[in-house]
């Protein structure tokens, strides 16, 4: 390739108006494309190393707000508002909306049951017994393989090892805490600190760092019930008049689209059985500088309804995997950090609130586009329709 | 709740600089986050209705740009640059990395084969036998109900209906090819409409617009199965010389390791086989104003990988979900746009090309983070080394 | 491997009890094993070809029957007697007392809604395009490649091929109606005759007759969403006073309980979300002569509950992948023909009889095993117990 | 229902000739089947009880014998005639033919990994913070919980309690090891006892003995991950000349078609990669006495191929939920006892033999259908066909 298509970087002062100036300058004169918006951030691109390379300037992505959002967390408590980054119309009127039901009946409750993030080698010997004998020989020396990878960091924590033998491999995947990091970088590390370790410790050892059992950067089952990042539940008690004032939907047609939607979405082999929890938070998630391709994993989780005696209706989102960081990444930009700080969630200490927020978030969403759904469409003949509108 | 905790807005003048900053007053005054960065946007907000309610400002999120990437495609032929907003250090460069290899091999060769949108409304009967009927009836007047959702657009096409029965309920899923939009919204409107056309036309019909068959905001098995967006597949022929020379792998290592991830990611239940469709998907996403919550459909697929005689290394990505637009949503937004204009793939008649290259980049960047592993971390014995490294 | 470790077969006359007798002899010769009662069958060994190889005896498997069970179908309509063969004991007690209080609720509703059996082989091309245009080349010649499918059989017809475009293979799947037989070996014929047809039709086609689509033998999602075998179901409205008499449970809790195991059932992934399909199906496949290896598709399936405003319970089973024959295989074995006629369902014409009444029994024991698991343990606070028990 | 539509029964002596011989007279009357065979059975009835409820009988169901297989296991050690139940013409004799393959290569390896059988009950509570709050008092008490659990089993041994977290449930799953036993009743009885006692010991928990999170009597991709019954490995080097010899294929085609399978697989969302581990189960396990619906349980798995330096191929079947006995259920019944005989398999310390010998066929049967699918249909053009054929 022709030197001139190489797009220009500087090796002392990439991280500058002037070098992101040359390269919007490179791009148009390649493409033809004038880059004018895109060069009219206010960041200071020395604040970038660690974020991006070959920087050009920003996406100017919309944020609306939504609110408030009475949380009864144990982390988050009282009334929050959500930043939402997004290009889809109506999302932040949505949110909105299912958020009055919430405040309307006393608020959300949330609650952390779970945190871990991971790295899965693969480790590989002449048969499966050799694996197996390994397998015994990481139990026994755990202690070891402990203090091994948390030489690495002062945060993460090994917690524990699980490990899944398939013909003549043996899949490790380390479970970390990382406090309120997401963690992928620090566990990526210790892990890899642990397995050299273990390759000088037992001798015909072999390993690759990923052997997809992580699983990083996708959806899977194994996410779904093994918590990757934090394992948090949202729940409410939805009053039956609430519903009706504001959604115009009873609580017995929700139940019952309720029902239709779990069949639907276990047929489909969905990753979620909601409406969609992925919106949710991939606009918190920009919003507020998180790793945006953890959308996939984080958007995974169960939707629990229940018809209570008195027609009043339980609702719980169970979100198994949500992957969310208060600080590290791009949680310190300044957009997305003022964005942690108007729901005071900057900083050490407050993962798992803002965990706590982003799942009340995705049950606002669902209640809204839960009954949107019904309210427009569920269409019954004449006289049903009398009780499906109250 | 009392009045003063709701967010102020405009009936008349909402999608302004004035109300976005009394917007911005308020959050500070409510929970003390001075929003400077925020407000300090270049775009005018009267082009936001459609894309953001509630609007405070933007998120300022860093481009990168990398490339060039060699395509060979249907639609993108040529070098492109390609933007991807984010604010995970080393994606450029490791997508860049990606990007030699690719072009010193001539480039990635990328064919979009199928294309379609859903809505997927569940229909109730008394019955089982009664649904069934219904699909019949639903088969023999699939020219009435195509005119009836095909009133609602110019561009969308109904092309076919899928039906599943579950106990009583019959789910109906409509097919439409949708232009350059993404067209969830398009296919929304066409089915409603179609639905309510039935729900005349057959007495008794009661409905609700979507039983989480579409699969939409989710990943599903059912869209792995059943394109929704576009099915785009990126393939190569890697020189097992290039990739010694730039990622010093050998290509026999690359297909060991293939096995191991293809193993741990079945053994997972994984969305994905490859290293970080995610990533690559997330960024481009964001950058080119697309649906930011479609990530989670759009990251599913497969990774083969065919060891060739000559020690060569076929490698394809298939992305059967891979939802974009090139108009519409947030395409238009003047950074967003920018960034579609960089690859020329702004407006009508560019999604395929668009979708040929987001595949094209995927590819890129498991090449590079695949190799990453290996050169990395797999490491083996003394003697073994040596054949390890090229 | 020396000779005489090899079992004794005879060319002319393998199936007859002199070969079996000196079969068993060679066992017991080689292993000390005597295998007297294996040889105590009373069938004819000369009806075994096309069942069996190297034929020593009989396994007796007890048979016990249940019923009467009153079935309200299309094609079972009356009360059926229902043959069970199994080993593990409470099976026939359970299902005849799910069988009870169908009957006491006036039957069970069974309706067949599609059925389809697949071959599913996979061409391969030098790159994807190339396999787009075979694609649409197979659907411009559907006629010929139908007519070269359907000359290796006066039953089977090829009604669809799907498509799957990944990487540069094509996958298709050739979906045959099969008449009363399971029809593996007609479609798989039909198919290999279609693709030969195609090979010398396509230059350049290369095939593999089975890419793991069809999917035999296994489960699969893809099963579970497109019919091989018969799509059934099988609904009831079970009464509250029916259910409190015979199974002392309240179909409050029982709806409770069902919500539980939907949830349970989605995180674990399961290809079935009621208590025992597989129970049910392999005893009666085993009695009839099915081939006991598709009891793994046919257990897949969904779980349908609500209860009615009046407290009622609507219970329907839907079983989307049930392989049955009425003839073929192992239908005709003189104890399997015997089962199958104490249902008047041997011969042609009779197998949506039959998948009529295994989904009815498949009901009747989720009814029974859903409501003891109930009875026995769903323990609750001392309030509580009152209102649980009816 | 009028009387005389009941099966006979008699309290005292109910599993007898007489008895039986009144049911299949009343079956007669009633249906008009004329049930001679199944009343030909040897087997004496009194040894019934506990295997079938309403005898009338056996199935006759063939039995042929494949092998010699040689298995290198640790239990299993030497040459192996295979019990095979089957109606399925060709299955014995593809298995045998696989079986030489392996003998002539020097034998297949065997390895049990794991094993474990579970109960997993659904404790429910007032909201998601009880939920862990229980969760983790039940990790405090687990010494005491271990104790009551084991009070009802001399053999089961509790290992751990797996928690989930989903709304305000929490679903445990018992993993217990149960020596040589199935032990699915053996683990029920023994977490109902510790329940029953955690009911006492903690005020307020309600619990539903089963929440589908077993997963008994279902595939599930749980019980892929985590081991239901025993984790068994079969693994054997196939040597190039012996399957050009033997099966007709060439090694690197069987490579090349692996990969198409198990892209298949992966895309279909199946239960297994290979060709059609139920068929060689479900024949074992019919012929032993097996509870024959577990081979939805056993048939999961993965099958791993690597293509050696040499061209010589490296192949194993890893069974994550292999459920075997070799006492109690139908193993003790006449001929299924002389089926596990003839292996050397019958009574207690025999069950990981019996898993390895399973393992070994499955993995000779897979070799077998798997060339048998090249040899015959891996049709390429003229010239790649010399190649294709060795």
Redesign the interface.
């Known amino acids: 390739?022709s030197e001139d298509?190489r797009?220009p970087r500087d090796k002392e002062n990439d991280y500058s108006d002037e070098w992101a100036t040359n390269?919007r300058d490179f791009?148009k004169a390649?493409?033809?494309?004038?880059?004018?918006?895109?060069g009219?951030?206010?960041?200071d691109p020395t604040v970038?190393?660690?974020?991006?390379?070959?920087?050009?300037?920003?996406?100017?992505?919309?944020?609306?707000?939504?609110?408030?959002l009475r949380i009864n967390g144990?982390d988050a408590k009282g009334?929050f508002?959500i930043?939402?980054?997004?290009?889809?119309?109506?999302?932040?009127?949505s949110y909105?909306r299912g958020m009055r039901v919430i405040?309307?009946c006393g608020g959300v409750?949330t609650?952390v049951?779970?945190q871990y993030m991971q790295r899965?080698?693969?480790f590989?010997f002449d048969?499966?017994?050799d694996?197996?004998k390994f397998?015994h020989w990481v139990k026994d020396n755990i202690e070891d393989i402990r203090k091994a990878a948390e030489s690495t960091t002062s945060v993460g924590k090994l917690i524990h090892i699980q490990q899944?033998?398939?013909?003549?491999?043996l899949?490790l995947r380390f479970n970390f805490t990382t406090g309120d990091a997401a963690g992928q970088n620090m566990v990526g590390k210790a892990t890899?600190m642990a397995?050299?370790w273990i390759?000088r410790a037992y001798?015909?050892s072999?390993?690759?760092?990923?052997?997809?059992?992580d699983?990083?950067?996708?959806?899977?089952?194994?996410?779904?019930?093994h918590t990757r990042g934090k394992?948090v539940?949202a729940?409410i008690v939805i009053k039956k008049e609430v519903l009706a004032a504001i959604m115009k939907v009873d609580t017995r047609n929700l139940a019952?689209?309720t029902?239709?939607?779990?069949?639907?979405?276990?047929?489909?082999?969905?990753?979620?059985?909601g409406?969609?929890?992925?919106?949710g938070?991939?606009?918190i998630f920009?919003?507020t500088?998180q790793?945006?391709?953890?959308?996939?994993e984080s958007?995974?989780g169960?939707l629990?309804a229940?018809l209570l005696d008195n027609d009043d209706f339980?609702m719980?989102v169970?979100l198994p995997s949500l992957i969310v960081a208060t600080y590290g990444?791009?949680t310190g930009?300044?957009?997305?950090?003022?964005?942690l700080?108007?729901?005071?969630c900057y900083g050490t200490g407050k993962a798992n609130k803002f965990a706590e927020i982003v799942a009340a978030t995705v049950l606002a969403g669902d209640i809204s586009l839960g009954c949107a759904?019904?309210a427009?469409?569920?269409?019954?003949?004449h006289d049903?329709m009398g009780r499906n509108r109250t």
Chains 1, 2, 3, 4 share one sequence.
Request: charged share 20%.
């Open positions: 390739m298509t797009i390269r791009i390649k493409t033809g494309a004038d880059l004018k918006h895109i009219k951030y206010s960041i970038l190393p660690g974020n991006v390379e070959n920087f050009i300037g920003t996406i100017q992505m919309p944020v609306g707000v939504a609110g408030p144990e009334e508002y930043p939402l980054a997004t290009t889809e119309g109506t999302l932040v009127a909105s405040n309307e409750k609650t049951v779970e899965a080698p693969a590989l048969d499966a017994r694996a197996r397998g899944w033998s398939v013909a003549k491999t899949y890899l397995c050299e390759k001798p015909g072999r390993y690759l760092l990923s052997g997809n059992m699983t990083d950067k996708k959806h899977s089952h194994l996410n779904m019930l394992r539940i729940e019952k689209a029902v239709l939607a779990n069949t639907g979405a276990m047929m489909a082999g969905a990753a979620y059985n409406p969609h929890s992925a919106n938070i991939a606009s920009i919003a500088g790793d945006e391709a953890n959308v996939v958007h995974a169960l629990s229940e339980y719980a169970t990444g791009g930009l300044p957009t997305q950090r003022e964005c700080e108007m729901m005071d759904v019904i427009g469409d569920w269409v019954s003949s049903q």
